[in-house]
């Protein structure tokens, strides 16, 4: 691996490095530097002061609810536990024709064979964090023994935070090698990339994380753990919204985007899918390009929407 400098191959790894280090300052330099974080609170704001009504409708909280990745991740989490959360989405299904059901249940590695034995819900798909979540301060070759672990017990989903310890020393070659062979693991899987928007706290710093994790292979970008840090905020999601945008137009692809940490009512989550929308288009507004994770949220909506 690149950190391993101890080699007599005659390659001159200074040099590489320096190689390694445009290539990502390169990539950098594709996207538009960020406004002042003042100057994005005030275009959010501006932004959700215009278009906020006219997205509070029942259409819109059906469709976002077809978008949630129901969640539980806590220390006391139990087999029991998680079945009950299962039945939860078993029991909804078919209830409401014209309510999706949510995207996804999302927990621990440990519960996917759970989840996997109890889901009898059509189309919701099996998420699991890995890869040394919420602090990623393990060895890389844990990170990916988790996820392969995760993958074969049944996950259609992986959710792994950035290494933010590199991101601080500027060691993004470590940060996307990381990625990569995470990516890897998850084979069919889809990877979901947590910036830990909250830690990173700065505009700039987000919108050179998102950056990372697309050009690393990251099939959605994530806000936030919701452990130990704020979670998501409107600007940190229009930061990441705009990188979004600006790589789809480079490259042709889209990567999706999940808002995590905090979303616990249906306002919330209204304001959300409102800058996602007017920053990204409709092409977004789906379970395979948007997700919200939260536990509370469902019940809040479905509790609006009624019986």
């Known amino acids: 691996m690149a950190h391993e400098h101890n080699c007599s191959c005659g390659h001159d790894h200074d040099h590489d490095h320096d190689d390694q280090m445009d290539k990502y300052h390169e990539a950098f330099t594709k996207f538009e530097p960020v406004a002042t974080d003042s100057k994005i609170t005030e275009t959010v704001n501006a932004l959700v002061e215009k278009h906020y009504k006219e997205n509070f409708t029942p259409e819109v909280l059906k469709q976002i609810h077809g978008c949630i990745d129901l969640t539980s991740l806590t220390s006391i989490d139990t087999k029991e536990s998680i079945w009950k959360l299962v039945d939860k989405v078993n029991d909804f299904e078919g209830t409401r024709p014209d309510v999706p059901n949510v995207a996804a ?36 070759e844990v990170k990916i023994a988790e996820t392969a672990m995760a993958v074969m017990s049944g996950a259609d989903e992986i959710d792994v935070v950035m290494n933010l310890g590199y991101f601080m020393e500027e060691n993004y070659e470590e940060i ?10 998850c084979r069919e899987a889809k990877l979901k990339v947590i910036l830990e928007t909250g830690a990173l706290a700065t505009a700039a710093n987000i919108r050179k994380a998102s950056i990372l994790a697309i ?9 936030s753990t919701g452990k130990g840090y704020p979670g998501a905020t409107p600007e940190a999601v229009y930061t990441m919204c705009k990188v979004l945008k600006t790589y789809h137009s480079i490259a042709g692809r889209r990567v999706g985007i999940k808002i995590s940490g905090g979303v616990r009512t249906a306002e919330d989550a209204v304001k959300y899918y409102t800058i996602v929308k007017e920053v990204l288009g409709n092409e977004w507004l789906n379970n395979e390009l948007f997700r919200i994770g939260a536990s509370s949220l469902v019940e809040d909506i479905e509790h609006r929407l009624g019986k």
């Open 176 to 185: 996307a090698e990381e990625l990569q062979e995470i990516k890897e693991s």
């Open 215 to 223: 050009y690393s292979g990251a099939d959605f970008i994530k806000t």
């Open 105 to 140: 249940i999302c927990t621990y590695p440990l519960f996917v064979e759970t989840v996997k034995q109890a889901l009898a819900a059509q189309n919701v798909k099996i998420a699991s964090v890995a890869a040394g979540f919420p602090s990623s301060q393990t060895f890389i």
